[in-house]
């Protein structure tokens, strides 16, 4: 085979989609002679340059054949990869044109998920189908990895069900996509449905399914995948033991979150936040400040969710000077930057006790002063205490912050509302109505044999409506006093 010469053309004007392209054998007649043109964007002409100056030392002895044109360019990838510049690698590759190996689409799609660069992710998938290239199952799957994480749920089902074989990595992506983006209920039919396709979940899969249960606060379920978690013998696990407490925890079951967390083989900083944030769920002060202590007396580093717990329990228990210590302690002991939630923590605190002004001299000298869960947590506190002057400063900084979030509307209503002040309820309203802003109705959940019942405020949508309507009736009149009229 013929040695290849290279010459080089810079263009800005983009030749191939994906933003540009680097062409290996255009036109016919040049293609014929074994000649590579190279059209790059002038953002790349520098790293191109150095690919190209290699490509001529080794066309020049005559080694450049066949095949080098792409390990020269997969070589110089991967080296970009390595070093960290995953954004340039991915530029580079969609200036080429050609395809690359197995092994460097593998690694650039690793490194968009680690380095949650995932728009970077979709412009290789592009670029595959702009080049015609076809990817293994392997790739499909490291594709359905990076659109699960990056939210794109929709297009990481449309792989998954392309898939010709669903392996348990495939389950666990597309279930852990839905549960992170807040769609517990269709993850959990899916694990239900990896569980007919004859899988047994790993501790990937337990762990997006524990979380699943407690953000839906579904106690049987919960229990259930406890039961197959026992029998797959999988033990000694710190992320699905922490999951696990957190569900019965948020389900309102300590006595077994408390029994997870004692049967632990091993346990960490994640074992004892999930034990303390469980007790502060729960309203158990004594148990949280215990818990943390003795933590700590076995030598574990509290974390950032540590210390919102405590600081959340002692705004609960009105431990003020305690809540003081500890948030000093995350900087000065620990090192520890507070966040947001951690003043707002603190505000609430001061706020729960009385000290309006304390409060908010505190919020005004934070660094976190413009986000808005800082002044909701002051606005919370006035509204307890009737401070009307403060609840409308507390107010104004608090809709100015984000105030594209319904939710902020409709605190302010309830706020205004609970002073008498409906001028500014309407008006509030008003606004909501002219943007076309509506809240989501509030809704209560019951869990009855692995069925989820919904009742929503202001619909009567459930099936069984006025079964229970009767039932609700019935009751009332065999349980109401002689004199009690109650609202139906």
Not at 38 to 48: E, L
Request: charged residues 20%; neutral net charge; contains cysteine.
């Amino acid at each position: 085979m013929s040695s290849f010469r290279a010459s080089v053309s810079l263009n800005n004007k983009p030749h191939n989609s994906c933003n540009g392209s680097f062409e290996f054998g255009s036109p016919k007649k040049e293609r014929d002679s074994g000649q590579i043109h190279v059209i790059v964007g002038p953002m790349f002409a520098g790293k191109t340059t150095t690919l190209l100056r290699r490509m001529n030392a080794e066309s020049g002895n005559g080694s450049f054949q066949g095949i080098k044109k792409y390990s020269v360019l997969d070589k110089t990838l991967k080296e970009l990869c390595f070093s960290g510049r995953v954004v340039e690698a991915v530029g580079l590759l969609c200036r080429t044109g050609v395809r690359v190996e197995t092994e460097t689409y593998s690694l650039l799609l690793q490194d968009c998920i680690f380095r949650k660069e995932y728009m970077e992710g979709r412009r290789i998938h592009w670029q595959m189908v702009i080049v015609g290239y076809e990817p293994s199952e392997y790739l499909k799957i490291k594709l359905l990895i990076l659109y699960a994480k990056g939210g794109e749920l929709s297009t990481a089902h449309i792989l998954f069900d392309k898939l010709v074989e669903r392996t348990l990595v495939s389950w666990n992506s597309i279930i852990a996509g839905y549960v992170q983006n807040g769609l517990e209920e269709v993850g959990l039919d899916l694990y239900h449905g990896m569980r007919i396709y004859g899988l047994m979940p790993d501790q990937y899969t337990f762990s997006s399914v524990f979380r699943a249960c407690a953000s839906l606060a579904i106690l049987e379920q919960g229990k259930q995948a406890h039961a197959v978690l026992i029998k797959s013998q999988i033990s000694g696990n710190v992320v699905v033991n922490s999951a696990l407490m957190d569900m019965y925890f948020k389900c309102s079951n300590a006595s077994e979150g408390l029994l997870v967390f004692n049967n632990s083989l091993e346990k960490n900083v994640v074992t004892w936040t999930a034990l303390v944030a469980g007790y502060g769920q729960h309203g158990k002060v004594i148990e949280v400040l215990e818990s943390f202590h003795k933590m700590m007396d076995e030598g574990f580093r509290p974390n950032q969710v540590t210390f919102l717990a405590v600081l959340s329990a002692c705004s609960h228990g009105g431990l003020i000077n305690e809540g003081r210590k500890y948030f000093s302690s995350m900087m000065k002991d620990y090192g520890i930057q507070p966040r947001e939630k951690h003043y707002a923590a603190m505000v609430d605190l001061l706020g729960r006790s009385g000290r309006l002004d304390e409060a908010y001299e505190f919020v005004k000298s934070c660094p976190c002063k413009e986000h808005p869960v800082v002044w909701g947590s002051l606005l919370g506190a006035c509204r307890i205490y009737g401070n009307v002057d403060l609840i409308k400063l507390a107010a104004q900084n608090f809709f100015e912050l984000e105030s594209e979030n319904v939710g902020k509307y409709v605190v302010l209503c309830n706020a205004y509302a609970s002073f008498g002040l409906w001028g500014n309820v309407a008006e509030i309203r008003k606004f909501m109505k002219e943007l076309g802003l509506a809240k989501d109705p509030g809704y209560s959940m019951i869990e009855i044999q692995r069925e989820v019942h919904k009742f929503f405020m202001g619909h009567n949508t459930h099936k069984q409506t006025e079964e229970i309507y009767e039932v609700i009736i019935d009751l009332t009149s065999v349980l109401k006093d002689a004199d009690d009229v109650p609202e139906l």
